[in-house]
């Protein structure tokens, strides 16, 4: 079958070839103008989808043949003709083309194989150079390390410890660590004044060695007692000390011996191993080689001069190397299918290398030398490898050339099908075109159609939100007033529908991106339990948000988004959870990971309302976060923070047969729920895209009847400066307000997990709280502590006998009572209404700013100045804006008219423009205006750049007030001009902060008009008449 494939292949690669040699050929014939440079089409449109690669480059091929004006051949009802022989000689060109092709062919893939196997050889042979040079090495260590030896105990001992009988036995059983090595002798130094009672001592006289070197003997006719003995001479180096293997060299003076005099000499002088030449062995013949150490006296400084160490020497340590035999067992220690001939060369004489080992008998003239290095500098040695058996026949190479050859030759007989394929390849190719093209316009459509229809919409509905805002403002009924709540609470639903499906739109385009900004996470939960604290009271749910004090109280990210995912998670929570409670927890991973104190058990005692939840750590058991060890499985910058936040609530839960499509956009868990409770199905998605954006990921554990909880982590910057870091761990509970500071309070709740979070917000006030699980155990506390926090579920049972226990004693002085509810119904209000001094009620959810202020009226503390400067932001904002002149620029009268209502509401005297260009004319300096509100699409010049150009304006004229050029009075009044102005949009996503900075504007609002939001930018430019004057 791969056979087949192969050939199919090859005949798709004829047959663009074929039709090239068509094209030359018919171009020659009608003697054509060569193809112009250019003349083909765009290469970018003939790109098409992946599935149609192969008709796209057919088809871009075409085009080049068809846009040049020539006509190929094609066998058809009418086919077009050309001369009579034109197909010969294409044939002829055809066959003689691929004869070269084929040719080159087989010489390329020969000249593969042959360096193949030259790097074949080349591996092998340098293999065993390597093993033979690397076991050389180890055995020329260890006779030195025994010449060392025998300097400390034979010459450095008196009487000596070593004999011969030692050395020999100490010789044989340690000669596997010399795997190279035939034997080794010791030869001592011995003057000529001490050979007589040297020979005495040793009871035999040093005899010559030069005799085997002139005439060699057989190991069967070696006679010690027939050698000579060694001439008169200065010095003498007689073998004292042998390996059983070489004892027949004891007695032997090594300097009597042309190569080893030589060898013993360079040995003593340098102070290293040297080798000789290769030369017979006495009594074996064989051919080899002596290493040579020179044993020196113990106190031998290291850099001694060739002279000290002549005098300072002993005697000289040899080894014999059999290199014959050494080589050969070598060879057999390796396995390969592939037999090759070894020959080892002492190339110190380059002209006359004298052969160690091998042979020269070889059918294979191939030939790879590696070089050996035995530590002698001097001596020179290396290894020539070959094959022994010739290269095989390229049996595969020349088939593949054949086949190549018989394939070109059968191309010809296709030549009708791949003409007519070429021309239904030629009209795919347009319909795809056209395609393509309808297919980039839709997306054009697309894309102008959300931006136009998304600013259609949005500025009728904030000219109704705006109206409605207003409205509020006057004096209307309480049905007129329900009814423009829920006219508002309309409109804000649809503007917020209008936000996920562009939100959708941006993230299937790519183009989301988020904000890096300095946030307050703590405060932005409070906000998010802010929006949902009604519809929680409601239903009578406990919700309640518990934040780690390991978590930093200031951050760096994209507050919206990160609220965007908190709003979605827990509005979910809210629409389909009519019991028990919603709980949200802000943790760092490395909390879950390295410590045991964070509770994520699911025991009904543990819980928050004291029903069952699902599993919160199967939320988060498939994140990449967390690997099988417990460990982090990816590293964090050193100024980055990876929080894990998970929404736990008791709902209906996830049915098992939707889990799986939970995340996917518009998608329902059934109709049923959409009927119940509506929504669009895209919040989820969206809030896993916008994880995915913070590096995070998100997941969920849901068990249907008894609740889910969805778990994500974020990835942001630590926004804490080091000054604030290091306050931020001797305290991580900085109190907000300075009269809550050291007070004390007990909290009655028979629920531990409800009771840990209840003292986690009164402990952010400073506030230390000790929880009981009853009135007894609070009456303890009557005399030591400020307040006493009971839960509603407490009251309702033991109200009565805690309230006659409390005030048994009317002259000491009891605490002030807190009741905590989840709502305000009938029975609590009837049970208040019946004591004398009811306690002050605080209605869930617990958020920091409406515990300061509920236990500031309770307990009757609190500054008023302070309370009156963080009063409602609608007064501080007439205080800013108040003789202010504001000028508003926007093309649409109905925005102009809620925004000039909005500011003449706060006391700011408002102009209107309905153009950038009447705003430029009237912001020419001199004016009178403090600031301005610029709407960013207009017609004829947008916001963007008429703030340009008033920037412009502003800078010519500090320039004039900088060089002293003639000024009018009205010029010279301010030193430098910088009018604040601030952009005005209905879409704050797209309106980002980097794009107002860019054009000069010094920030944006959004419409219609929040008093926060308002505040918020107009209180860094403006400041109070109080404080002007103070």
């Known amino acids: 079958m791969s056979l087949f494939h192969v050939v199919e292949f090859c005949l798709k690669i004829g047959q663009l070839f074929w039709m090239l040699c068509c094209w030359l050929v018919s171009w020659l014939i009608d003697d054509k103008s060569p193809l112009p440079v250019g003349s083909v089409g765009d290469p970018d449109k003939t790109k098409m989808k992946k599935n149609h690669h192969h008709h796209n480059k057919m088809c871009f091929f075409w085009n080049k043949i068809s846009t040049s004006g020539f006509k190929i051949p094609t066998f058809s009802l009418h086919p077009v003709r050309f001369g009579k022989n034109w197909w010969k000689k294409v044939v002829v060109a055809w066959v003689v083309l691929w004869v070269l092709i084929s040719f080159w062919t087989f010489c390329y893939f020969s000249s593969q194989a042959m360096d193949k196997r030259k790097e074949t050889l080349a591996s092998m042979c340098d293999e065993r150079a390597r093993m033979l040079q690397d076991q050389f090495n180890v055995s020329m260590n260890h006779v030195q390390a025994m010449s060392i030896l025998?300097?400390?105990?034979?010459?450095?001992?008196?009487?000596?410890?070593i004999d011969q009988r030692t050395f020999s036995e100490y010789t044989d059983r340690t000669s596997f660590e010399r795997p190279l090595t035939s034997g080794v002798a010791y030869a001592v130094r011995v003057l000529h004044s001490e050979r007589k009672e040297f020979e005495r001592q040793q009871g035999w006289i040093i005899r010559r060695m030069d005799s085997f070197e002139q005439k060699p003997v057989h190991k069967d006719e070696y006679n010690i007692e027939a050698l000579e003995p060694s001439p008169v001479q200065k010095e003498y180096a007689p073998v004292i000390f042998a390996q059983d293997t070489v004892s027949h060299v004891i007695s032997l003076d090594m300097l009597s011996g042309k190569e080893d005099r030589e060898n013993v000499l360079r040995a003593r002088?340098?102070?290293?191993?040297?080798?000789?030449?290769?030369?017979?062995?006495?009594?074996?013949?064989?051919?080899?080689?002596?290493?040579?150490?020179?044993?020196?006296?113990?106190?031998?400084?290291?850099?001694?001069?060739?002279?000290?160490?002549?005098?300072?020497?002993?005697?000289?340590?040899?080894?014999?190397?059999?290199?014959?035999?050494?080589?050969?067992?070598?060879?057999?220690?390796?396995?390969?299918?592939?037999?090759i001939l070894v020959n080892v060369y002492d190339t110190t004489n380059h002209s006359e290398p004298i052969s160690m080992y091998g042979s020269d008998v070889s059918a294979d003239g191939l030939e790879h030398v590696s070089p050996?290095?035995?530590?002698?500098?001097?001596?020179?040695?290396?290894?020539?490898?070959?094959?022994?058996?010739?290269?095989?026949?390229?049996?595969?190479?020349?088939?593949?050339?054949?086949?190549?050859?018989?394939?070109?030759?059968?191309?010809?007989?296709?030549?009708?099908?791949?003409?007519?394929?070429?021309?239904?390849?030629?009209?795919?190719?347009?319909?795809?075109?056209?395609?393509?093209?309808?297919?980039?316009?839709?997306?054009?459509?697309?894309?102008?159609?959300?931006?136009?229809?998304?600013?259609?919409?949005?500025?009728?509905?904030?000219?109704?939100?705006?109206?409605?805002?207003?409205?509020?403002?006057?004096?209307?009924?309480?049905?007129?007033?329900?009814?423009?709540?829920?006219?508002q609470a309309s409109g804000k639903a649809l503007v917020s529908l209008i936000n996920e499906v562009l939100d959708q739109a941006k993230i299937e385009s790519g183009k989301l991106e988020l904000e890096e900004v300095r946030f307050d996470l703590r405060g932005i939960l409070d906000d998010v339990l802010s929006l949902f604290s009604g519809k929680s009271q409601e239903k009578g749910l406990e919700l309640a948000v518990y934040i780690s004090d390991h978590v930093p109280e200031m951050l760096i990210g994209d507050p919206g988004r990160f609220r965007q995912i908190l709003t979605n998670l827990m509005g979910n929570s809210i629409k389909f959870t009519e019991k028990g409670h919603i709980f949200v927890t802000v943790h760092l991973v490395e909390e879950l990971l390295d410590s045991s104190d964070v509770e994520t058990s699911t025991s009904t005692e543990n819980t928050l309302s004291g029903l069952p939840v699902a599993d919160r750590q199967r939320s988060w058991q498939k994140f990449k976060s967390f690997s099988s060890s417990g460990h982090r499985s990816f590293a964090l910058a050193p100024s980055e923070i990876n929080l894990i936040v998970s929404v736990e609530d008791t709902g209906v839960g996830i049915p098992v047969e939707a889990q799986s499509r939970i995340f996917t956009p518009f998608m329902q868990v059934g109709p049923s729920i959409s009927r119940t409770h509506g929504g669009t199905g895209i919040g989820l998605s969206i809030s896993k895209c916008l994880v995915g954006l913070m590096k995070g990921e998100i997941g969920f554990s849901s068990i249907p009847k008894v609740g889910s909880t969805f778990t994500f982590t974020a990835v942001f910057a630590n926004g804490m400066h080091s000054s604030e870091r290091k306050s931020e761990l001797h305290n991580n509970n900085q109190p907000i307000l300075s009269e809550f500071k050291g007070m004390k309070a007990v909290l009655v709740d028979h629920k531990p997990a409800r009771g840990q979070v209840s003292r986690y917000h009164f402990q952010r006030l400073g506030i230390r709280v000790e929880i009981v699980s009853g009135v007894e155990q609070a009456l303890r506390f009557t005399t030591t502590v400020n307040i006493i926090l009971i839960e509603q579920e407490v009251w309702s049972k033991e109200a009565d006998v805690f309230i006659k226990k409390l005030q048994k004693d009317p002259l000491v002085h009891s605490p002030k009572l807190f009741l905590l509810a989840n709502s305000i119904?009938?029975?609590?209000?009837?049970?208040?209404?019946?004591?004398?001094?009811?306690?002050?009620?605080?209605?869930?959810?617990?958020?920091?700013?409406?515990l300061a202020a509920t236990l500031q009226r309770g307990l009757g503390i609190g500054n008023s100045e302070t309370s009156q400067q963080k009063g409602p932001p609608a007064l501080i904002l007439r205080n800013l804006l108040l003789g202010r002149k504001i000028l508003i620029v926007d093309?649409?009268?109905?925005?102009?008219?809620?925004?000039?209502?909005?500011?003449?509401?706060?006391?700011?005297?408002?102009?209107?423009?309905?153009?950038?260009?009447?705003?430029?004319?009237?912001?020419?300096?001199?004016?009178?205006?403090?600031?301005?509100?610029?709407?960013?699409?207009?017609?004829?010049?947008?916001?963007?750049?008429?703030?340009?150009?008033?920037?412009?304006?502003?800078?010519?004229?500090?320039?004039?007030?900088?060089?002293g050029e003639s000024l009018t009075v009205e010029e010279s009044n301010r030193t430098r001009w910088h009018l604040p102005v601030l952009a005005m949009t209905a879409d704050v996503i797209q309106a980002t902060h980097e794009e107002c900075l860019k054009c000069g504007m010094d920030g944006y609002v959004s419409k219609p008009f929040e008093a926060e939001q308002l505040y918020r930018e107009v209180s860094r430019f403006f400041s109070s008449p109080s404080d002007t004057e103070s």
């Open 150 to 161: 025998i300097s400390t105990f034979h010459h450095a001992k008196f009487p000596s410890a």
């Open 269 to 339: 002088k340098s102070g290293k191993g040297v080798l000789t030449a290769p030369f017979p062995l006495i009594k074996t013949n064989r051919l080899g080689v002596i290493l040579t150490f020179a044993v020196y006296k113990r106190d031998l400084p290291s850099n001694a001069t060739p002279k000290e160490r002549i005098e300072a020497t002993n005697g000289y340590l040899g080894g014999v190397f059999d290199i014959e035999s050494l080589v050969e067992n070598l060879l057999q220690q390796l396995a390969s299918k592939q037999t």
């Open 372 to 487: 050996l290095n035995f530590g002698d500098p001097f001596r020179k040695h290396e290894m020539r490898c070959r094959f022994k058996q010739k290269p095989p026949w390229p049996v595969l190479t020349m088939v593949t050339s054949f086949c190549i050859l018989v394939i070109a030759l059968l191309i010809a007989h296709i030549f009708h099908a791949t003409m007519s394929r070429i021309q239904r390849v030629e009209e795919d190719c347009h319909k795809m075109k056209l395609l393509k093209k309808k297919a980039e316009a839709a997306d054009v459509a697309k894309s102008q159609f959300l931006a136009t229809v998304s600013h259609e919409i949005r500025t009728p509905m904030n000219g109704v939100l705006g109206m409605l805002h207003m409205l509020m403002d006057t004096e209307l009924d309480v049905t007129q007033q329900d009814y423009v709540r829920t006219a």
């Open 825 to 850: 119904d009938t029975s609590i209000s009837d049970s208040l209404r019946n004591i004398i001094d009811p306690p002050v009620l605080i209605v869930k959810p617990l958020r920091a700013s409406m």
């Open 891 to 963: 093309d649409n009268n109905v925005n102009l008219r809620v925004a000039a209502g909005a500011l003449k509401k706060y006391g700011a005297d408002v102009v209107c423009a309905e153009s950038g260009v009447k705003a430029i004319s009237l912001l020419k300096p001199p004016h009178e205006f403090d600031a301005c509100f610029m709407d960013i699409q207009m017609p004829e010049m947008d916001g963007f750049e008429a703030t340009r150009r008033i920037r412009d304006m502003e800078e010519e004229m500090n320039e004039r007030n900088k060089t």
